[in-house]
């Protein structure tokens, strides 16, 4: 109701009454009821600059606004998408890593005899293989994320899709690590951000030096009336009877 009234401002200000039919039935209340929250408190002067009612409206009568927003034109009827040749490369290099290659040997045929270390077999529930992708949870409401082998060049590759590319800006270091763990995991991957964007050759040309401002620093007290003024400001307002547009303000400092 807010974001309504804030985009058809121009057009409702004024005496004239109008209507807003809603199908959420509480906001009928919601500007008179004694127990508000502090987020409705805070809209209630906004809200008091209009002159409107509302009224419940069920979303089977609300047949207007369910057209507009459920176009049956703009139905989805095809999806397709370029799957990225890191994954390929990731896939890959699992053979390479003697850790996790027991790990998704064991996880893509379960009735495979594969041995796998004490370590191995304790964390072997967080992990799953989907299309020859492993994925790491942390726990089971951790959405799963493609673990990255032990593979240098790999990883840096992964960083700099995350952190390089005209898409991604050169963020800083908390927005690449959420970008990159988004996706990916492997250990100590907060490290390998912070590493890798210490020696991002662009990062460290345009970043700006930290500064420390100087301290405010106190007048002196003036001896006399009117031996040390402050002047204040302003102009281009309103013309007013003598056709002044300006204001001119002097005050003494001592008095």
Sequence with gaps: MKYALVKFRVHLLGQKPFVIYTDHASLRTATSSPHLSQRMARWLSFFAEYNFTVEYKPGKQNVLADALSRRPDYELAHLAYLESPLYELIREAYADDDDLAGLVEALS???????????????????????????YQVDGGDEPRIVVPNDEDLRHRVLYEAHDTPLSGHLGREKTYTSVARNFWWPHMYKWVRKYLQTCVTCQRVKPAPSASAPLMSLPVPADCWRSVSMDFIFELPADARGHTGILVFVCRLS
Excluded: D, F, I, M
């Excluded at 045929?109 to 992708?133: C, D, I, M």
């Design 109 to 135: 045929a379960p009735n495979k005899a594969v041995e796998l270390t004490a370590r191995q077999r304790s964390r072997l529930h967080r992990y799953s293989v989907v299309e020859g992708l492993l994925y």
